[in-house]
């Protein structure tokens, strides 16, 4: 599975930005999905996950009610959709991929994750 991300960029406080993750290689609607970020001196860290189907979705605390995840199996694309955005939000996204087919379940933690896209830069202004 091959993932690259895009769609980021600078935005001011308050406002939004949608980033994709394009999807190749195996099929796409075999693997749940889960964005992470990672701040410049700080850990990668979850955001949220959507199942195989795109029918359920877990989100970090941080994310919950600003951001959306969202998925389009027919075009092997991810997205997140990130609303009243905070200059702590600024980091590097990823999206990654789940390898176990199928699977129930949704996983937050970054080891859970095989595929990994190379990243896409979201900066927020104050």
Known sequence: VQLQAS?????????????SCASSGRPFN???MGWFRQAPGKEREFVGAI???????????????????SRDNAKSILY????????????VYYCA???IRFTPVLVRAATGYRYWGQGTQVTVSS
């Open 7 to 19: 769609g980021g960029g600078l935005v001011q406080a308050g406002g939004s930005v949608k980033v």
């Open 30 to 32: 075999w693997y749940s």
């Open 51 to 69: 199942s195989w189907s795109g029918k359920s979705t877990s989100y970090a605390d941080s994310a919950e009610g600003r951001f959306l995840i």
């Open 80 to 91: 997140l959709q990130m609303n009243s955005l905070e200059p702590g939000d600024t980091a």
């Open 97 to 99: 991929a789940d390898p």
